[in-house]
């Protein structure tokens, strides 16, 4: 019997990675989530694993704490050992963010700082940290945009650090790949989520205009993002490495 495999969905507790982690438990592994503040909906998450049969933990962090993370690695270290009984896991998804939609030449250094240490520094320096804890032949996850292939005025700090997320991607697929881990970046479209304020979802015109630019004729929803993390996750993906795979309903092509 294969051992029970395991995923550590960073940003777990709302929108986009709450569906990764209950498509990942449908998928038939238990999860591990974080949440930077939302404990209560954390732990709404943590019951309907459960209720699939799934076993699954809630801790927190923030991921534009660097310092923070040799505790957290600690941590989880020892919520491996004692409801697994393991000392790795094998699958680490990065999803935690932000969005800050500010024009170019009113984007300003406190604004920069926290998209760099969120997006970029945090998942650097959080993949270095757990390298240790992931299993060989394990996957890592890293959650770009379609903002790095199209521009849309206001995201110029948000989308670069992404930007540099998808080259960390084929660097870390190269230097892990002895160890038989993949690594991929999905880069989401336009989702109805509350992210960035929930201006997709709740604002009528963005939604509109999104839906006209999209070739399948509407905006994303979290149920058409979850799903592909979770094949990504699987021995169906085993070959899918260094990839950047954008899952947008075709966002104007």
Not at 108 to 113: A, L
Not at 119 to 137: C, M, R, S, T, W
Not at 145 to 150: E, N, V
């Amino acid at each position: 019997m294969s051992e029970q495999k395991i995923a550590l969905v960073i940003g777990g507790s709302r929108g986009l990675g709450k569906n990764m982690a209950l498509a990942l438990a449908k998928k038939g592994n238990d999860v591990i989530i974080t949440y930077n503040s939302g404990q209560q909906e954390a732990e709404q998450v943590i019951t309907e694993i459960e209720k699939m049969g799934r076993q699954a933990v809630a801790l927190q962090l923030n991921v534009g704490e660097v310092n923070s993370f040799a505790g957290f690695a600690a941590g989880l270290t020892e919520v491996l050992r004692e409801k697994w009984e393991r000392s790795t896991f094998d699958f680490l998804v990065n999803n935690a963010g932000i969005g800050i939609n500010t024009p170019f030449e009113s984007t300003n250094e406190e604004q920069f700082d926290l998209l760099t240490n969120i997006h970029f520094k945090g998942v650097y320096f959080l993949i270095q940290k757990l390298l240790p804890l992931i299993a060989g032949q394990g996957s890592i996850i890293n959650v770009s945009t379609g903002l790095t292939r199209f521009a849309l005025p206001g995201y110029s700090a948000y989308a670069a650090m992404k930007g540099a997320i998808e080259v960390l991607t084929k660097y870390l697929a190269k230097e892990l790949g002895a160890r038989g881990i993949t690594v991929n970046a999905v880069a989401p479209g336009a989702i109805e989520t509350d992210f960035g304020g929930g201006v997709v979802r709740d604002n009528d015109q963005v939604n509109a205009f999104v839906a006209a630019n999209t070739a399948l004729g509407r905006v994303g929803l979290p149920d058409d993002i979850g799903g592909v993390v979770a094949f990504l996750c699987s021995a169906e993906a085993r070959w899918v490495n260094a990839q950047r795979i954008e899952v947008s309903g075709g966002m104007f092509i």
